[in-house]
């Protein structure tokens, strides 16, 4: 469970996009998709990432592979272009934070603790991270802010207790990774999302919610029935990632 100075994540909407989905801040004019209440920002590390150094979107039967590096300008650059962005919102804005170490980590949140109209942060926790380095991430993104750990979803089960017992307030599923031939053969790794993905996500939200614990749903969510599906089964919310992208919002 998570600690107990931690503060509550109260959510004002039970559907929001999923980090890397709708870019670093919300539409001019205000407007999200269907029935998106929380905008989650793209992920933002303290330096500037470039971009890999052959991106791609790699189509496999039943979803895709992302490989991009997750570039983004680096936290200095990100708030002094977004965080007005933000503040002006129609709706609450959760920042997804990367970070190597629990130094950097507490570096970011300190600048965004006291950011108008930001709801809470979300850690991105590394796919290959050991159970003490994500309790560690967390635990230095405690503060005034929630704090979700951000998990793979083929993890999710090993690394929830941890990053709990670390202060955060929720964990969210994110996409496991993968790897397939590129266009000259030589295999690309990335991250995979896809409708094929709902079955692990279902699974995971089932059991991380069958033992008490919040739980943001995602993976595979591409119509509105897949996300009602995962609020069935215990999710305290539900985030859409590439399903954005399909038409059917």
């Keep these: 469970m998570p600690s107990t100075d931690s503060p509550a994540l109260e959510l004002p909407s039970r559907w929001m996009n999923a980090a890397g989905s709708l870019g670093f801040a919300p539409p001019g004019d205000g407007s999200l998709p269907g029935l998106l209440g929380v905008f989650v920002t793209n992920p933002i590390s303290l330096a500037p990432r470039r971009a890999a150094a052959a991106p791609g979107l790699l189509e496999y039967p039943g979803g895709v592979l992302l490989h991009s590096g997750l570039p983004n300008p680096g936290l200095s650059a990100a708030l002094k272009k977004h965080a007005g962005a933000w503040a002006r919102s129609a709706v609450p804005v959760i920042v997804h934070l990367l970070a190597a170490s629990a130094e950097e980590m507490r570096k970011m949140v300190l600048r965004i603790e006291g950011l108008e109209n930001v709801l809470a942060v979300e850690v991105g926790i590394p796919a290959d991270a050991s159970a003490g380095l994500a309790g560690e991430l967390c635990g230095a993104a405690r503060g005034e802010l929630p704090c979700i750990a951000q998990l793979p979803v083929t993890r999710a089960l090993e690394l929830a207790d941890a990053v709990l017992a670390a202060g955060a307030a929720a964990v969210s ?77």
Excluded: C, F, K
């Design 173 to 249: 599923l994110g996409p496991p990774r993968g790897a397939l031939p590129g266009p000259g053969g030589a295999l690309v790794s990335g991250r995979l999302y896809g409708p094929a993905l709902l079955p692990q996500a279902l699974e995971a939200t089932r059991l991380l919610a069958g033992q008490g614990l919040a739980v943001i749903a995602a993976g595979g969510v591409y119509s509105q029935a897949d996300g009602e599906t995962l609020l069935a089964a215990g999710a305290m919310a539900v985030q859409v990632d590439v399903g954005l992208w399909s038409g059917n919002w």
